[in-house]
């Protein structure tokens, strides 16, 4: 607790307390999300660009955390190479200091599941739009490839 104290009485001393902590909303976040992942997608970084646009961030105002999660470790190690960058951008272009960020690799179900088969992509189409079943009755078409 006393390296704490003595560091934001540092900070306090370098004027890091004078910079601006102004409030914003979760669509101003989104807008300069996106712009900085166009601004990497241009400069080449395509991994980079598909790890920042695979999901939304989510904003936890209370703690001033931005969570950010991808699909894979390839997405998630490129994210924490670049993690300052955009941290810094996004301080930068929201005019707050305060706002910290993680990442973390998605475990949810959906991103678990894969189609690897044209019989899989078929069965999960067909659950958006039954009227494929019919089709493929109809005309006798052989999904199985």
Excluded at 27 to 34: A, G, Q, S, T
Excluded at 64 to 77: A, F, G, K, P, S
Aim: a neutral charge.
């Amino acid at each position: 607790m006393r390296k704490q104290k003595e560091e934001k009485q540092k900070d306090l001393q370098n004027g890091s307390a004078n910079k601006p902590t102004e409030e914003f909303s979760l669509d101003d976040l989104k807008m300069y999300w996106r712009q900085f992942a166009f601004k990497q997608k241009s400069a080449g970084l395509e991994t980079l660009f598909s790890a920042l646009t695979v999901n939304e961030p989510y904003f936890n105002e209370e703690e001033m955390l931005i969570t950010h999660h991808v699909d894979n470790l390839v997405q998630l190690e490129f994210m924490r190479s670049h993690e300052a960058d955009l941290v810094q951008f996004l301080r930068a272009s929201l005019k707050n200091y305060d706002i910290q960020m993680k990442c973390a690799v998605n475990q949810s179900e959906d991103s678990k599941k894969k189609m690897y088969t044209g019989k899989d992509r078929f069965e999960e189409m067909a659950k958006r739009n039954p009227n494929l079943e019919t089709l493929k009755k109809l005309f006798k078409l052989d999904i199985d490839f």
